[in-house]
């Protein structure tokens, strides 16, 4: 089966059944960010996987302009409507990254990059990287070995496991973090408790 980055109706019908599939509150890993962020005075952000935009709100309450990336269409008019019109979202996928040329102060990526393959993600890092201003911060929200679902379905590649409905999961340690992310100003690793264990990753650009 394709993956659901191969397969971008895997989003938009997931959207078009369930609508606000996750509730309208932040994630914790967005309150724990917004705090981040206003401490550090960023001032623009970048969300690729923006959904319908349930974590935008408490950084635009912030003063914090916010653009994002997103593959469900549906997903994005949900946006639209819950920020209002004003929100520039671009539609496609974050494998086909950039989208314009903006330097952003920081970039959130929550429950995103988990879904994807290892060149793809390897790619994502690089073009958020690419798209952060100098002294800019990338703060990635990713699920842990530590979840339940962690070891579910069926094994794909190391730590990558095809679940419910065909979505592709890929699990981190600390270790495949510094892997990935140590090569990109990577400077904490916390361990946050969202409706599944998740590790939220700090990066900063100097
Ligand atoms: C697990 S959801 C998280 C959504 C959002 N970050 C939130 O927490 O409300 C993943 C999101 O990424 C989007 N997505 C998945 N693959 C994508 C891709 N390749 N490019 C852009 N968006 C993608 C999905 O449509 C979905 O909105």
Not at 134 to 159: E, H, M, P, R, T
């Amino acid at each position: 089966m394709a993956n659901n980055n191969e397969n971008p109706e895997f989003w938009e019908r997931a959207f078009s059944e369930k609508q606000e599939m996750w509730g309208l509150e932040p994630a914790l890993s967005a309150v724990l960010s917004r705090d981040f962020f206003v401490k550090n005075s960023v001032k623009n952000i970048l969300i690729p996987g923006i959904g319908y935009g349930r974590n935008a709100q408490i950084f635009r309450e912030n003063r914090i302009e916010v653009a994002g990336i997103e593959i469900s269409k549906s997903a994005i008019e949900m946006a639209k409507k819950h920020n209002g019109g004003n929100m520039v979202i671009h539609h496609g996928s974050v494998t086909d990254m950039p989208f314009d040329q903006q330097q952003y102060d920081g970039i959130f990526c929550y429950a995103l990059i988990h879904l994807l393959s290892g060149d793809e993600r390897k790619k994502l890092i690089s073009d958020c990287y690419n798209q952060l201003s100098k002294g800019g911060y990338l703060i990635f929200a990713v699920i842990s070995k530590k979840a339940g679902s962690y070891g579910k379905g069926k094994l794909i590649s190391d730590d990558r496991y095809e679940m419910f409905e065909g979505a592709q999961v890929y699990f981190y340690d600390e270790e495949s973090i510094k892997a990935e992310f140590s090569e990109y100003g990577l400077f904490e690793i916390t361990e946050v408790e969202e409706n599944q264990s998740f590790y939220l990753i700090k990066c900063s650009k100097n």
